[in-house]
């Protein structure tokens, strides 16, 4: 269940709220929980091209068959949107924190995103290129070196795409992408590259 509400507040300010809530659906970790949360935004329109949005989130996730994973993950975000000609620039910067019941699964995290997106080869198809830099830093502590210190894991994804344009509503995509990620904890660590094409067809 979600319901939403949008407000402008005159020419260049939009503020939006969305409040939400499931039973038993699909969590970001793939689990299943019970969850209820509130997301406020306010969006700045600097120019026709510009706009910075602000962002905060809270949610409490229960998870009926892991009691102590349960609890609150607030967050807070920013995203710059900037539209060069035909081409489009997107970053932001979003910190969560997840404050589960048992120590464990509490963790801090930091999330760096950047998207590039341009036309290539003709106004019909596009290059695509995304950068996912993310530091998560747990609580709970492991031995490194003979010493207790934090768990800490840092993440980096990256995808590049090139969809090339065949009939009206048709295009072929080629991808390629992969996640890595580095930990303290030398078992957590794992390299994972992908390479596709797939082709795509538009029934509306």
Do not use: C
């Not at 229960?62 to 997107?90: E, H, M, N, Q």
């Not at 747990?138 to 995808?159: F, M, N, S, T, W």
């Amino acid at each position: 269940m979600e319901t939403s509400v949008r407000r402008n507040v005159g020419k260049r300010v939009r503020l939006d709220a969305t409040g939400e809530a499931s039973l038993q659906g699909t969590s970001e970790d793939r689990e299943l929980a019970n969850m209820v949360g509130v997301s406020p935004r306010a969006t700045f329109m600097l120019s026709k091209q510009t706009r910075v949005s602000v962002t905060g989130a809270w949610r409490y996730k229960a998870y009926p068959d892991d009691p102590g994973t349960s609890g609150p993950s607030p967050s807070l975000g920013v995203k710059f949107d900037r539209r060069i000609a035909s081409s489009r620039l997107t970053a932001g910067y979003k910190y969560q924190i997840r404050q589960s019941h048992t120590v464990r699964n509490r963790y801090q995290r930091s999330m760096y995103t950047g998207e590039f997106t341009m036309p290539l080869g003709g106004a019909a198809n596009r290059l695509s290129i995304e950068l996912d830099y993310r530091t998560q830093q747990y609580q709970r502590l492991i031995k490194v070196a003979g010493r207790q210190v934090p768990r800490l894991d840092r993440r980096i994804a990256a995808e590049a795409h090139y969809d090339y344009t065949i009939g009206p509503r048709a295009f072929i995509r080629w991808t390629y992408a992969f996640e890595r990620r580095r930990s303290n904890d030398a078992a957590k660590d794992f390299f994972a590259p992908i390479a596709a094409m797939t082709v795509h067809y538009q029934l509306r």
